[in-house]
Structures are given as structure tokens and as C-alpha cells.
Nanobody, 127 residues
Framework: QVQLVESGGGLVQAGGSLRLSCAAS????????MGWFRQAPGKEREFVAA????????YYADSVKGRFTISRDNAKNMVYLQMSSLEPEDTAVYYC????????????????????WGLGTQVTVSS
């Protein structure tokens, strides 16, 4: 069993920054790619960013590229999402997710490629 706990969400003005954190426990964290997804009211959950198990690769949705940065600290079992230049369109619940396969060389962008999820943290960006 894997537990993922997100934190760091909140209310911020447009143009501001937030850093989300995800604490992982329950399996060999360093061997799994990790992802961030988000879900706005009335919309499907969508991919935001992913980072490989070895930290060498990362991938971003076009909507956040250049503004968000994903990182991880395998020694602490933590994943982070640094969000800058936030826009009202970034308002959503943000979820941390763990890849379903260890050492997978391809970064997944589909929800189906991740099998463990946190409960999410709310990010609200005011205009």
C-alpha cells in the first residue's frame, strides 16, 4: 500500500507563486515516476507534470510549461511542484500520483498510468 499526502495549497493572487509538496510512504519511492494532476470544478482530471524515478527526466503540460517546475527528493520521499506566474485558470485541486510500474522509462500523462493518489490540495488563484 502507498500513501501520498499533498500540502501547500492555498489562495494566491494572479501572478503569485505556490509550492506544493507530496509526502510518500509505503513502497520504494525512488523506483517510481511521480506525477501531478489537477481537477477544476466540472472538468476532467488533467495531467500537469511528471518526473522520472531517477530525476533525470521531466515533462509538462503545455498549459504550465515555463511556469511550473516538478522536482523530487528521493532521500526524503518527497515530490514538489513549484508554481509561478499563477493564473486564475490554474485554480483546481492538485493531486500527487505514483506510477503503476517501477523503473518505467516513459513518463505517463494519463491517469490510467498511475495507481496511487493522494487526496489533493486546493489551489485558488484570484484575479
Amino acid at each position: 500500500q502507498v500513501q501520498l499526502v499533498e500540502s501547500g495549497g492555498g489562495l494566491v493572487q494572479a501572478g503569485g507563486s505556490l509550492r506544493l509538496s507530496c509526502a510518500a510512504s509505503g513502497r520504494t519511492f525512488s523506483t517510481y515516476a511521480m506525477g501531478w494532476f489537477r481537477q477544476a470544478p466540472g472538468k476532467e482530471r488533467e495531467f500537469v507534470a511528471a518526473i522520472s524515478w531517477g530525476r533525470s527526466n521531466s515533462y509538462y503540460a503545455d498549459s504550465v510549461k515555463g511556469r511550473f517546475t516538478i522536482s523530487r527528493d528521493n532521500a526524503k520521499n518527497m515530490v514538489y511542484l513549484q508554481m509561478s506566474s499563477l493564473e486564475p485558470e490554474d485554480t483546481a485541486v492538485y493531486y500527487c500520483a505514483a506510477d503503476r510500474l517501477s523503473f518505467r522509462p516513459i513518463l505517463g500523462t494519463s491517469k490510467d498510468e498511475y495507481d496511487y493518489w493522494g487526496l489533493g490540495t486546493q489551489v485558488t488563484v484570484s484575479s
